[in-house]
């Protein structure tokens, strides 16, 4: 029995490294060939790239507001509703200063870049945290989906702009004490009054403003401009909770062009439909050692 089990443990390894490599083999040609290139890039990538909400990073950098509340996640723990506005700045700053204006601990994005460098290509993405301009991707070929969490915007809002928050937010982490920033720190609206909020897609509320509407022009043009040529649709840790933004139109743009070809790399959320599946490639593995093995041909 014992003997039993680990051989077909073994061939099932066999196997799965087998597949990755004729996978990443396939891909390499089809970044090689392609016309265009579209990224669509979810969480799953920052995760890879050591952007993690739970865990060490998280106990290191809010042991205080864990202790206080027994918070479990930095996601879940931007949620609470925070008696005061000095309280929930400190605990955002923080947020904000790790996540944005932090590079990732891993070359993840580096790598990524590297890869499509001398590539004509243009980004997707529903990640706010702007590893993409950290890591060299030209901000003109990038569309931030959901916002940013360098800007803020009016809470109502009263006006669809936005704002830099780099100097304040770094004010904020240095000056705050006990878990609260000096009241003088609190941002409001400089038209009505009013507090200020981060420019993040939570509610109807989300400002799309000048920025956002000429990156999405320059998306839908890119779009359309490479329509039936031999473009590649890679995405990269896209998971189930916004399907309609990059998964589904990445299907059906694949669909629509026999020359296109659907790439899906997601650790243990792949998946590829079976009307595409001739045009496509899946590997079920870390984001970050697959474009390692791409970027250095070491498959």
Request: charged fraction near 25%.
């Amino acid at each position: 029995m014992y003997v039993k089990t680990e051989t077909t443990k073994s061939i099932n390894r066999y196997r799965n490294n087998t597949q990755v490599k004729h996978s990443l083999e396939k891909l390499k040609k089809k970044i090689e060939r392609a016309d265009a290139i579209v990224i669509g890039a979810g969480a799953g990538l920052s995760t890879s790239a050591g952007f993690t909400y739970s865990g060490k990073r998280f106990e290191d950098n809010f042991a205080d507001f864990i202790e206080k509340y027994g918070f479990r996640d930095m996601y879940s723990a931007g949620f609470y509703s925070y008696r005061t506005l000095e309280e929930y700045w400190a605990y955002w700053s923080r947020y904000i200063f790790i996540n944005r204006y932090q590079s990732a601990p891993k070359t993840v994005y580096n790598d990524l870049y590297n890869l499509v460098l001398d590539k004509n290509y243009f980004v997707l993405t529903t990640n706010v945290d702007h590893c993409f301009q950290k890591s060299g991707f030209d901000k003109h070929r990038l569309f931030y989906m959901q916002g940013d969490y360098g800007l803020w915007q009016c809470a109502k809002p009263c006006h669809n702009t936005t704002y830099d928050n780099e100097t304040v937010i770094k004010k904020m982490v240095t000056e705050q004490e006990n878990m609260r920033i000096p009241s003088g720190l609190i941002p409001h609206c400089r038209v009505c009054g009013a507090p200020m909020s981060m420019n993040l897609r939570a509610d109807s509320t989300f400002v799309e403003d000048n920025g956002w509407h000429t990156a999405a022009r320059r998306y839908q043009d890119f779009i359309r401009r490479h329509k039936g040529l031999e473009i590649l649709y890679l995405e990269l840790g896209v998971g189930g909770n916004t399907p309609g933004i990059i998964k589904y139109p990445f299907w059906q743009m694949t669909y629509s062009n026999p020359n296109a070809a659907y790439v899906c790399i997601n650790l243990s959320e792949s998946y590829i439909p079976a009307k595409i599946r001739k045009q496509s490639i899946c590997i079920d593995n870390d984001i970050g050692d697959i474009l390692k093995q791409l970027t250095a041909s070491t498959f």
